[in-house]
């Protein structure tokens, strides 16, 4: 499923025109986008969690030339599914 897709169910769903179904999907994204990069947790009962890993400096390998290249720190987003799902996808 795509944004769009979740857009033409949410209207469905919702009787809501287009437009304001859109409007709510992004103000969803928006939010939890934000959340991330406020460093909080973000965790939706029963379907997933999504949370910030932190990673330090380290010193990697350029594939191609094998040089040695510092690798400066990073956060990267992480998903993770609840229990419940990870049930109900497994039936």
Same mark, same amino acid.
């Given at each position: 499923?795509?944004?769009?897709?979740?857009?033409?169910?949410?209207?469905?769903?919702?009787?809501?025109?287009?437009?304001?179904?859109?409007?709510? %999907? $992004? #103000?969803?994204?928006?939010?939890?986008?934000?959340?991330?990069?406020?460093? @909080?947790?973000? =965790?939706?009962?029963?379907?997933?969690?999504?949370?910030?890993?932190?990673?330090?400096?380290?010193?990697?390998?350029?594939?191609?030339?094998?040089?040695? %290249? $510092? #690798?400066?720190?990073?956060?990267?987003?992480?998903?993770?599914?609840?229990? @419940?799902?990870? =049930?109900?996808?497994?039936?």
């Amino acid at each position: 499923m795509n944004k769009l897709e979740l857009i033409s169910a949410l209207k469905k769903e919702a009787d809501i025109s287009k437009f304001e179904a859109a409007k709510i %999907v $992004q #103000i969803f994204f928006d939010s939890m986008a934000e959340a991330l990069v406020k460093d @909080e947790r973000i =965790e939706i009962r029963g379907l997933c969690s999504f949370y910030v890993k932190k990673y330090k400096s380290y010193i990697g390998r350029n594939p191609k030339t094998g040089e040695k %290249v $510092q #690798i400066s720190p990073k956060r990267l987003p992480f998903f993770k599914c609840g229990k @419940e799902l990870r =049930e109900r996808v497994n039936k």
